[in-house]
């Protein structure tokens, strides 16, 4: 199976394989379930399921990177600095997205998007990366007590599980007095908190 040379320049088949080396099988199991939630969200609510499939397979690419190699590159890179204050969880987003256009020749912006901002979203969240945001937390292996909750609601609307997920992860943070990193509480304002 190819993709059209539209966004990468790889047969799904040379993406899996590229993407395998960069985790634990366990974690290359959860990208795969990824892409089978991206896609289907894809398909009902109008995105490309291609775009879907390569955003979905990388989303995760940089999770495993050693914390240095992800500290300098955030520096390097200009990401924004303030991700330095909020622990190592929320670097590989922003850091995928670089490390993905430089060794997978990734380019589209929606894609780069998607993968940058699927762990803390934002306000402003185009439809794959509200695809991809909502996938990683719904896909076929996560088993946590509110999944079917969010199941159901992506099958209804996806600004609704994009709210509930935000609601979620937000309550689960402060039960584990976790810090917050500002942009996930941007997000919580935007597509939680009442007007
Ligand atoms: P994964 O990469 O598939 O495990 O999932 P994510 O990329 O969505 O999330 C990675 C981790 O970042 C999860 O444990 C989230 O709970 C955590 N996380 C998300 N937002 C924040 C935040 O604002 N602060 C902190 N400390 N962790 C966060
Ligand atoms: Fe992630
Ligand atoms: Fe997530
Ligand atoms: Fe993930």
Redesign the pocket.
């Given at each position: 199976l190819f993709y059209g040379e539209k966004y990468i320049n790889l047969s799904r088949k040379e993406l899996l394989e590229k993407v395998q080396t960069q985790m634990s099988s366990q974690?290359f199991k959860?990208v795969l379930g990824?892409e089978t939630a991206a896609v289907e969200l894809a398909q009902r609510y109008g995105v490309s399921t291609e775009a879907a499939s390569i955003a979905a397979l990388t989303?995760?690419y940089a999770?495993e990177r050693n914390h240095g190699e992800m500290h300098d590159l955030i520096i390097s890179a200009n990401l924004d600095l303030e991700l330095l204050q909020?622990?190592s969880?929320?670097w590989?987003?922003p850091v995928g997205a670089i490390l993905v256009k430089k060794e997978l020749g990734i380019q589209d912006a929606d894609i780069l998007n998607a993968i940058h901002y699927?762990?803390?979203g934002r306000p402003e969240m185009s439809l794959l990366e509200q695809i991809i945001?909502v996938a990683?937390?719904i896909e076929p292996g996560r088993v946590f007590p509110v999944v079917s909750e969010a199941r159901k609601a992506a099958e209804t609307s996806l600004a609704e599980a994009v709210a509930f997920e935000t609601e979620h992860?937000?309550l689960?943070?402060i039960g584990q007095k976790?810090?917050?990193?500002?942009?996930?509480?941007d997000t919580y304002n935007t597509w939680v908190a009442k007007p």
């Open positions: 974690r959860h990824v989303h995760d999770k909020y622990g969880e929320i590989h987003g699927h762990t803390v945001y990683d937390y992860t937000l689960h943070l976790r810090k917050i990193y500002p942009k996930t509480i």
